[in-house]
């Protein structure tokens, strides 16, 4: 069962552009929402997280904005550059859990061109 | 160390053979979780440490694979008589405790011909 969908699959936004990826999830036990960005070859690196308390995160260019009503949430990349081309996932977990284990989305990727 | 590190970076296997995976956390970490990323898709997640204790192996996908974190810090995934289905990116990720962000190492890249 898949609880966690991404849209789009593939992002194509000019240098300086904003890019906007999607995410949709089912589990209402899901309390942690991180974004994480993976390079060819690498392991992916947490890039931003957002808890449902509050409806939106900025860090840098990166916003995460969350609409719990909705079971929805995304990340804006303002002033895209083409250095942050790259796989980016979404991903939830339930902390009531006690594991931990991030659910995965199936990935967006971002190109960005100069 | 400075982040996780996972060795080897790249394995080669024929089928039918058992192979091991390492994972070295970030020191201090209690929880320590593995993960499989096919080509082209998110990580899944495998099996759950804290400290030495086994708390999830749900994910596991058979009785072939196995994990043990006998010291509460390194890590190794065993999977034995490796099929090309088990062919992934095999990924340790760990973190302070289980409700914090998880940190990932460069995962070692498997290969079952």
């Known amino acids: 069962q898949q609880q966690v969908k991404q849209s789009p699959q593939s992002l194509i936004v000019q240098k300086g552009g904003i890019s906007i990826i999607n995410c949709a999830y089912e589990n209402t036990a899901f309390d942690y929402f991180p974004w994480y960005q993976q390079f060819p070859g690498k392991g992916p690196a947490l890039l931003i997280a957002?808890?449902?308390?509050?409806s939106e995160k900025k860090e840098g260019r990166f916003t995460i904005s969350f609409n719990k009503s909705a079971k929805q949430f995304s990340l804006h990349i303002m002033d895209s550059q083409p250095g942050d081309s790259a796989t980016y996932f979404c991903?939830?977990?339930?902390?009531?859990?006690?594991?931990?284990?991030?659910?995965f989305g199936q990935g967006t990727t971002l190109q960005v061109k100069p | 160390g400075a982040g996780v590190s996972q060795s080897p970076r790249y394995k080669v296997a024929k089928r039918g053979q058992d192979v091991a995976l390492r994972c070295d956390p970030i020191?201090?970490?209690?929880?320590l979780f593995w993960y499989q990323q096919a080509l082209g898709q998110g990580p899944e997640f495998l099996t759950y440490?804290?400290?030495?204790?086994?708390?999830?192996k749900s994910g596991l996908p058979s009785d072939r694979f196995f994990a043990e974190r006998p010291e509460g810090s390194v890590s190794t995934l065993k999977i034995q008589r490796t099929q090309q289905e088990d062919s992934a990116v095999y990924l340790c990720a760990s973190s302070l405790q289980a409700i914090h962000g998880q940190f990932f190492g460069p995962g070692t890249r498997l290969t079952v011909l």
């Open positions: 440490f804290q400290n030495e204790a086994q708390l999830d």
């Open positions: 957002i808890r449902p308390d509050v």
């Open positions: 991903a939830a977990t339930a902390g009531s859990s006690n594991t931990g284990k991030l659910i």
């Open positions: 020191s201090g970490h209690v929880s």
